[in-house]
């Protein structure tokens, strides 16, 4: 049974940083993987999508590469801003027939001013 | 483009009354699935219609229940609510095909008292 977690489980940093968020997945067989952002109370927003074959995709401040084989993803911001402060959640899309999505717990990230 | 549109926003029932939640997707997305979402649980797929056909189904119990309908649209139904479906209902939509991106919609808050 798929497995994701997500490390660290909440982070605080001061604006300007750059930081990394980690994401775990237990089986390597996946058609892609996922980030999404969600802000308290709200939706998700798609972020950047990894296929299986590829190894990173990047947009504007993001990259997130993906290493199929070792079952880890990570999701690199730069310059982060206080705007960035939201719940950063991974998913890995199974093998199988149908859009079957596991997600990661999500890590909740504070940019302060 | 209008997004994933889910109404209502928030609901209020009572143990063992039943509930249907609706969901609009993206237009020309064939494929809805819906999660769960707690503090305890986190994201937990609930099921998939792709063209009016359920494809996939995640672990609830039969008092969960959705269709779709020729317009792609979809609803959600659970029956004789228990207070441990208080959570944000989220509804997603794709293309269906694999690799697609999903797209979510604002959720659907429901309290059970």
Redesign the interface.
Known sequence: KQEVTQIPAALSVPEGENLVLNCSFTDSAIYNLQWFRQDPGKGLTSLLLIQSSQREQTSGRLNASLDKSSGRSTLYIAASQPGDSATYLCAVREWGYGQNFVFGPGTRLSVLP | KAG?T?TPRYLIKTRGQQVTLSCSPISGHR?V?W?QQTPGQ????LF?Y?SETQ??K?NFPGRFSGRQFSNSRSEMNVSTLELGDSA?Y?C?S?L?G??????????T?LSVL
Do not use: M
């Open positions: 994933v889910q494929s699935s999660y986190g994201l937990q797929f998939e792709f494809r996939n995640g944000l989220l997603a794709s269906g694999v690799g697609e991106k999903l797209f979510f919609g604002s959720g808050q």
